[in-house]
């Protein structure tokens, strides 16, 4: 497979089921609950533009995805801020550019419909995200995310 061979479309309500086992098959754990609330604001709220992608090989298997959201906000007003939320590929098909080819891709879909800045979250120990976010030109943001336990 290469890149070519790839297309990345927009995400469909479809996919649901490949989305989970992709993620189940990444994370070693389930969390369907999790996309029933994501696929329900992507497809059923009009509050958030579709920004979700996915990659799949030419015979339609998926092999990766890219969620993220943009919030209209009240009275449709547009914010210049996306966050990307969730990022998945397929552990076969990892180390091969997709993650990469899928955040370019999510990118330049938010740029056209006016997106300037783009946000994520990592966990301080996951170094191999950490890398993975730094080496697709993230950075650390000026904003510093804080948290008490109760």
Do not use: C
Not at 94 to 100: D, L
Not at 122 to 150: C, M, Y
Request: charged share 30%; glycine share 8%; proline share 2%.
């Amino acid at each position: 497979m290469n890149e070519s061979t790839l297309k990345i479309r927009l995400m469909k309500a479809g996919d649901f089921d490949v989305v989970v086992g992709i993620d189940e098959k990444v994370l070693k754990a389930s969390r369907q609950e999790y996309y029933e609330v994501k696929f329900e604001k992507l497809f059923k709220s009009n509050d958030y533009l579709p920004v979700s992608l996915v990659a799949e090989e030419e015979d339609g298997t998926l092999v990766g995805f890219v969620m993220g959201e943009i919030y209209m906000g009240e009275y449709g007003i547009f914010h210049e801020e996306a966050t990307l939320d969730t990022i998945g590929v397929d552990p076969d098909y990892q180390h091969k550019g997709i993650g990469e080819q899928l955040i370019n891709e999510f990118v330049e879909h938010l740029r056209k419909v006016g997106v300037r800045k783009l946000n994520t979250l990592v966990d301080w120990n996951d170094s191999k995200l950490i890398h993975f976010f730094s080496a697709n030109q993230f950075s650390p943001s000026k904003t510093i995310n804080l948290e008490r336990g109760l």
